[in-house]
Structure formats: structure tokens, C-alpha cells
């Protein structure tokens, strides 16, 4: 039996979508921030050692990371709907897909993350234009203007397929759906109307509103 080792607000939300779309028997053992620094609560260390979500267990098998968590699922109980055939264009643009969200675009949202919480950090208030002015720096010169060139790539991709890999739904679809469901609650998407249809798409799909039932609460960190 699977176990999937759930934390509030997080990645590991798309492996419940994933899990409902494959159809498989699975357990959730939820688990809550610390509600101070919003780190996940050190319990998850006895099942991984760096105690980060999603991990799941299968027997005597644990897998960690959002990308290994969903080749596991994919090869092992997946009929072939959430992958496309080896050797087509559409497998390779999976490939593509499934290790973009974690290792090009999730860098950006979270170092976004990071200037936001060092503008609102509490300092004292004669030294709080220092922090305040290098995260503007760093927002204004890098966050911005790179996040603004992914934007345009995905919209793009997407203004010629109903999913990223196609026109069906696919694993990679799940991985991408974090970060950019992170993206459309701190913009709205505002000009970038396949990527708000693209979020809408997979929030209305029924093995989605499943898992939303099976985790419990869902609200994005954007702050």
C-alpha cells in the first residue's frame, strides 16, 4: 500500500492529483507547519532524513522529491494515460516538462519568495531601507525580467496545445501545476491567458477536487 506523507501547503498536494488520476489505493498521513517558520515539523525526518514533503512509501520502498516521486508512480502503477509513448515528440517534451518545474521555474518563485519575507522581516527601523532596497535590487534586476521571459515561453507552448505536452493530460502537467498555481495567486496571470486557462483546466478536473477532499485546507505560501 502507498503512503504518502502529506504536508499543509505544499508540493506534495499535485502527488494527491497524481495518485487520484492513476486510479491506486493510497494512504495520507497528514502533517502541519510549524506555524512560526512554516517549516515542516521534524516527525517527516523518520521517514526521510532532510524531513521534507512529499515523500512517499510503498512497502518497503521510500521515494522523495516531487520528479522521482512521479517516474516511481508512473512507471510502477500508471496504464500509460499519464506518459507518452517512448521515442514521440510528445515523450520527449514530458521529459522536458517534468524536470523544468523544479529545476528552472520553482528556483525563481522561491528566491521571489525569499526577498518578500526579507522586505517584511523585523528589523529595526532605521536600518530597514537596507533590506528593503537590495531585495528591490534583486526583484527589479533578476526575479522580474526572468520571470517575465518564462511567462512568455509557457504561454506560448501552451497557445498551441490544451496541456504542455499535448492535447491530453499528463504527468508533467502535475508537476508543472504547483509553481504555476503559486504564480497565479501572487499575479493573477493578468496577460497570460493559456497559463490562467491551463490553472483553471486542472483545478476543474475531478481527480483534482478528489485530492483536494483527501489533503484537507490548500492555501499556497506566496508570502
Known amino acids: 500500500m502507498i503512503t504518502l506523507h502529506h504536508l499543509e501547503n505544499s508540493r506534495s498536494q499535485r502527488i494527491l492529483w497524481l495518485l487520484e488520476e492513476i486510479g491506486v489505493d493510497y494512504d495520507v498521513v497528514r502533517y502541519e507547519r510549524d506555524k512560526e517558520t512554516m517549516f515542516a515539523p521534524p516527525e ?26 512521479i517516474e516511481y508512480l508512473t512507471d510502477r502503477y500508471d496504464d500509460g ?22 529545476g528552472s521555474l520553482m528556483p ?6 525569499v ?75 493578468d496577460g497570460y491567458p493559456n497559463l490562467r486557462a491551463f490553472v483553471e483546466r486542472c483545478e476543474a478536473r475531478p481527480a483534482y477536487q478528489a485530492a483536494l477532499e483527501k489533503g484537507g485546507p490548500y492555501e499556497l505560501l506566496t508570502s
Open 108 to 113: 525563481l518563485m522561491l528566491l521571489s519568495l
Open 81 to 102: 494515460r499519464l506518459r507518452p509513448t517512448a521515442g514521440t515528440p510528445e515523450r520527449l517534451a514530458y521529459t522536458y516538462w517534468l524536470h523544468y518545474a523544479e
Open 115 to 189: 526577498m518578500r519575507r526579507i522586505e517584511n522581516a523585523p528589523v529595526p527601523f532605521f536600518i530597514k531601507p537596507i533590506p528593503k532596497g537590495i531585495a528591490a535590487k534583486v526583484r527589479d534586476g533578476y526575479i522580474r525580467p526572468n520571470l517575465k521571459q518564462h511567462y512568455a515561453f509557457m504561454e506560448a507552448t501552451l497557445s498551441s496545445t490544451v496541456w504542455f505536452c499535448g492535447d491530453e493530460l499528463s504527468a508533467a502537467d502535475v508537476q508543472m501545476s504547483y509553481p504555476l498555481e503559486a504564480a497565479a495567486a501572487r499575479t493573477g496571470f
Open 44 to 69: 517527516i525526518t523518520a521517514i526521510h532524513p532532510l524531513g521534507k514533503s512529499p515523500v512517499i512509501t510503498d512497502g518497503d520502498v521510500t521515494v522523495a522529491e516531487s520528479g522521482a516521486i
